[in-house]
T-cell receptor
């Protein structure tokens, strides 16, 4: 069945790069997404990538997609304390629904 | 500004009571969704609607009901049949592209429901 998996926790120092990884199962997904959730708030769409792309860069964010291994990653360059949040990976299923991972808590230490 | 408004931000339910969570969007989106989030877990889909006057059950629809009488509004009722309703509820909307493909979903700020 459809499943999205992420590691649960990542801790980095301010100024370092963060890499959050995700694996998915539905090879027919057309879009893959990264959302950010700050405490007590809703989800903010950070970026997304079409399944026919390998990489997408948007300022400090770089998304890499390995379709063969069904692996998606989000790299945040020069990580700041304001980047501390939960990051969710999601794929769209062939019924139009989004399938979310459990979320990765990013802790940024000063 | 366009966006998705959920109200109230906090809601308390007594035993045996139905409560309704509001979700309104002015983005002119066709599709709307309700998710439940429990601590340390991802989002689970409760109900979704691709078009007015039509909606489908998600993965955890039992104990919940919805209506979609207007494009802008998709209220969720948590009924007394939902035995563990304490959670964070998130509403989302998106542009619908074709029968099975939607644009990215945009989320409201959520409603936190607790049991008295």
């Amino acid at each position: 069945g459809e499943d999205v998996e992420q590691s649960l926790f990542l801790s980095v120092r301010e100024g370092d790069s963060s890499v959050i990884n995700c694996t998915y199962t539905d090879s027919s997904s057309t879009y893959l997404y990264w959302y950010k959730q700050e405490p007590g708030a809703g989800l903010q769409l950070l970026t997304y990538i079409f399944s026919n792309m390998d990489m997408k860069q948007d300022q400090r964010l770089t998304v890499l997609l390995n379709k063969k291994d069904k692996h998606l990653s989000l790299r945040i360059a020069d990580t700041q304390t304001g980047d501390s949040a939960i990051y969710f990976c999601a794929e769209n299923s062939n019924t139009g629904k989004l399938i979310f991972g459990q979320g990765t808590t990013l802790q940024v230490k000063p | 500004d366009g966006g998705i408004t959920q109200s109230p931000k906090y809601l308390f339910r007594k035993e045996g009571q139905n409560v309704t969570l509001s979700c309104e969007q002015n983005l002119n989106h066709d599709a709307m969704y309700w998710y439940r989030q429990d601590p340390g877990q991802g989002l689970r889909l409760i109900y979704y609607s691709q078009i007015v006057n039509d909606f489908q059950k998600g993965d955890i629809a039992e104990g919940y009901s919805v209506s979609r009488e207007k494009k802008e509004s998709f209220p969720l009722t948590v009924t007394s049949a939902q035995k563990n309703p304490t959670a964070f509820y998130l509403c989302a909307s998106s542009i619908r592209v074709g029968q099975y493909s939607n644009q990215p979903q945009h989320f409201g700020d959520g409603t936190r429901l607790s049991i008295l």
